[in-house]
């Protein structure tokens, strides 16, 4: 079997069920990244896709880049940099990118841990609230500020 995975790979190309296998990457998220420029297949005379043997290590870059937080197009303007120019301009064009994906999860960050607080508070007033089998009054709802 790997003979003809090796065959298949360096002879004619990657079929998109061989590389969603060899990936994880589901066939309807090759089509999609095809389809928004990440990807490129040739077409075989039948029809299937037809990827070339780098699509795995391209591949494996996109999912990469999907994990820092990066939405696809600026992964598709990363990958055309890779491209096109040396690694220290890749270097360059990525730190910024990187730089706002940290600012946006500190801000996030803050967010929870605010959002912590005011559950904390919430769940020590519910905790105070009266054991009474008449209607609940407005000390046991949720209170918006300290």
């Known amino acids: 079997m790997k003979v003809k995975w090796h065959r298949r790979l360096y002879g ?85 990118l990187l730089a706002e994906q940290v600012r946006q999860i500190e801000e996030k960050q803050a967010r929870l841990d605010q959002l912590r607080s005011r559950l904390s508070r919430a769940e020590h007033d519910l905790a105070e609230c009266p054991d009474r089998s008449e209607r609940c009054s407005t000390e046991c709802v949720f209170r918006t500020s300290a």
């Open 12 to 96: 004619r190309g990657v079929r998109i069920s061989e590389v969603s296998k060899r990936s994880g990457v589901p066939a309807t998220a090759l089509r999609y990244y095809e389809s928004i420029g990440l990807l490129t297949a040739a077409r075989t005379l039948n029809g299937y896709r037809d990827y070339s043997p780098d699509v795995l290590s391209r591949l494996d870059l996109i999912e990469a880049s999907k994990e820092l937080g990066l939405p696809l197009d600026q992964i598709g303007v990363h990958l055309s940099t890779m491209e096109s120019t040396s690694c220290t301009d890749v270097r360059e064009a990525l730190r910024p």
